[in-house]
């Protein structure tokens, strides 16, 4: 079974920042794009951000872009999430993501999931 685990979410005020990781098991990630979503309490899961399978194409949510940061070790079988100038509004439990080849935004192109980490901003 497919194990993809979330690691580096915690607390920290407006403007810090934090490093997610996602360690896969029982897959190789060079095999598939990877993806970060989050989900807020009361809203539905949304994408963050994607990094396709050999890593030449990389996607953000726009309210992300020029603050995270997503790439991959394939040789480490991970990929990472930097996380800069974070804001109140980012807080959310972020969910590790893989499947596919391309840096999909779309949950539905995405078939193996972690079990989340959460991540919360105070202002």
């Known amino acids: 079974q497919v194990q993809l685990r979330e690691s580096g979410g915690g607390l920290v005020q407006a403007g810090g920042s934090l490093r997610l990781s996602c360690a896969a098991g029982r897959i190789f990630i060079s095999s598939v794009a990877m993806g970060w979503f989050r989900q807020a309490p009361g809203k539905e899961r949304e994408f963050v951000a994607a990094?396709?399978?050999?890593?030449?194409?990389?996607s953000y949510t726009d309210s992300v872009k020029g603050r995270f940061t997503i790439s991959r070790d394939n040789a480490k079988n991970s990929v990472y999430m930097q996380m800069n100038s974070l804001k109140p509004e980012d807080t959310a439990v972020y969910y590790c993501?893989?499947?596919?080849?391309?840096?999909?935004?779309?949950?539905?192109?995405?078939?193996?999931w972690g079990q989340g980490t959460q991540v919360t901003v105070s202002s």
């Open positions: 993501a893989a499947g596919g080849t391309i840096a999909a935004i779309s949950r539905l192109e995405y078939l193996y």
């Open positions: 990094i396709s399978r050999n890593g030449s194409t990389i």
